[in-house]
């Protein structure tokens, strides 16, 4: 590691960190850890709630385009997302940031993405780590890991177990292909069409790879109002494996998602990517989130006010499905 050029970023990175300060927060970034107080007086009987994520090969669309004031966005997206599901408030993020050699720009713009997704979150980036490793990674490459802690009352805390036959479910628009299902669509896309990233597709509106890089949506401040004011009984974080394989994480045995295709607009990339790829439908409901960042499980009498408080704050939203009896799953209608 080049030590001087760490410290170096180290102090180019303060300002960024420092602009995500919570007031529980003890101490600057730089040391060999980080105090964070959770002394507050509004929790009585706080859970800490933890994840860790990283960003995949959508990393490779940032490296290539020279772009990399995104994919920290995405970074915290994840974790935070992960978080949510279960009610938490997102308190603290830390990140892990490695590379071939250390380009001070590179790393520097990286980390203000990571610090506009703490924003976005509510949390505090109260540290990390660069690792410069040559012998490991291409030169050029870099790699990234995000590690978040938040807190939940445990009386709040939600986790689908009290969720019934007849509960509908709201989903949330996503802003894209979030951060999965990079690996097929880079097959098909700069493989199979070869396609370039500066590629300007009219359907799309924009070329390929400002359309691959849309960061993650962020959708903690919107769930955590919408939280203090109705009844979420299940929240599911749609990531790889679609709805198919996240949604029947959040409701026991003997509930069932009936989920109503054409409930909402599926964004143009997804059908681009079937239709360039020949991909099958079940295939991509499996590997993509098409047009579903969020789903929350919900009381049927709540649905349509939990549904135009989340319109209110900016959350493109429908009704896309309900519990149904039967084997724990989903089936498309």
């Given at each position: 590691?080049?030590?001087?050029?760490?410290?170096?970023?180290?102090?180019?990175?303060?300002?960024?960190?420092?602009?995500?300060?919570?007031?529980?927060?003890?101490?600057?970034?730089?040391?060999?850890?980080?105090?964070?107080?959770?002394?507050?007086?509004?929790?009585?009987?706080?859970?800490?709630?933890?994840?860790?994520?990283?960003?995949?090969?959508?990393?490779?669309?940032?490296?290539?385009?020279?772009?990399?004031?995104?994919?920290?966005?995405?970074?915290?997206?994840?974790?935070?997302?992960?978080?949510?599901?279960?009610?938490?408030?997102?308190?603290?993020?830390?990140?892990?940031?490695?590379?071939?050699?250390?380009?001070?720009?590179?790393?520097?713009?990286?980390?203000?993405?990571?610090?506009?997704?703490?924003?976005?979150?509510?949390?505090?980036?109260i540290g990390g780590e660069t690792a410069e490793m040559p012998d490991f990674y291409a030169p050029g490459?870099?790699?990234?890991?995000?590690?978040?802690?938040?807190?939940?009352?445990?009386?709040?805390?939600?986790?689908?177990?009290?969720?019934?036959?007849?509960?509908?479910?709201?989903?949330?628009?996503?802003?894209?292909?979030?951060?999965?299902?990079?690996?097929?669509?880079?097959?098909?896309?700069?493989?199979?069409?070869?396609?370039?990233?500066?590629?300007?597709?009219?359907?799309?509106?924009?070329?390929?790879?400002?359309?691959?890089?849309?960061?993650?949506?962020?959708?903690?401040?919107?769930?955590?109002?919408?939280?203090?004011?109705?009844?979420?009984?299940?929240?599911?974080?749609i990531t790889g494996g679609g709805l198919p394989g996240n949604l029947p994480r959040i409701f026991p045995?003997?509930?069932?998602?009936?989920?109503?295709?054409?409930?909402?607009?599926?964004?143009?990339?997804?059908?681009?990517?079937?239709?360039?790829?020949?991909?099958?439908?079940?295939?991509?409901?499996?590997?993509?989130?098409?047009?579903?960042?969020?789903?929350l499980v919900v009381p049927a009498g709540e649905a349509e006010g939990i549904l135009s408080a989340a319109?209110?704050?900016?959350?493109?939203?429908?009704?896309?499905?309900?519990?149904?009896?039967?084997?724990?799953?989903?089936?498309?209608?």
């Open positions: 590691m080049d030590i001087e050029a760490g410290e170096r970023l180290v102090d180019r990175i303060k300002p960024h960190a420092a602009s995500t300060s919570r007031p529980e927060v003890l101490t600057g970034i730089g040391g060999f850890g980080s105090l964070f107080s959770l002394a507050e007086k509004r929790y009585r009987d706080p859970v800490l709630v933890s994840a860790t994520d990283g960003v995949g090969t959508k990393l490779k669309i940032a490296q290539r385009m020279g772009k990399h004031d995104t994919v920290g966005i995405d970074l915290v997206a994840m974790s935070a997302n992960d978080i949510l599901t279960l009610g938490a408030e997102p308190l603290f993020f830390l990140d892990y940031f490695a590379t071939s050699r250390l380009d001070l720009q590179v790393a520097e713009e990286v980390i203000k993405g990571i610090a506009e997704g703490c924003r976005q979150a509510g949390c505090a980036l490459e870099y790699d990234l890991a995000g590690f978040i802690v938040g807190v939940v009352e445990r009386e709040k805390v939600i986790d689908g177990s009290h969720t019934l036959p007849g509960d509908q479910i709201i989903g949330l628009a996503s802003s894209g292909l979030h951060s999965n299902g990079f690996s097929l669509a880079r097959k098909i896309l700069f493989e199979l069409k070869r396609y370039q990233p500066e590629t300007h597709v009219p359907e799309l509106g924009t070329t390929l790879g400002e359309e691959l890089l849309r960061p993650t949506r962020i959708y903690v401040k919107s769930v955590l109002a919408l939280k203090e004011r109705f009844t979420l009984k299940g929240l599911a974080h045995q003997g509930c069932q998602a009936a989920i109503r295709l054409g409930s909402w607009p599926v964004p143009p990339i997804f059908s681009f990517l079937q239709k360039e790829g020949g991909v099958a439908e079940e295939e991509m409901y499996r590997v993509f989130n098409i047009g579903i960042g969020m789903a319109r209110s704050l900016g959350e493109e939203s429908w009704i896309i499905g309900e519990i149904v009896p039967g084997d724990k799953g989903v089936r498309f209608l």
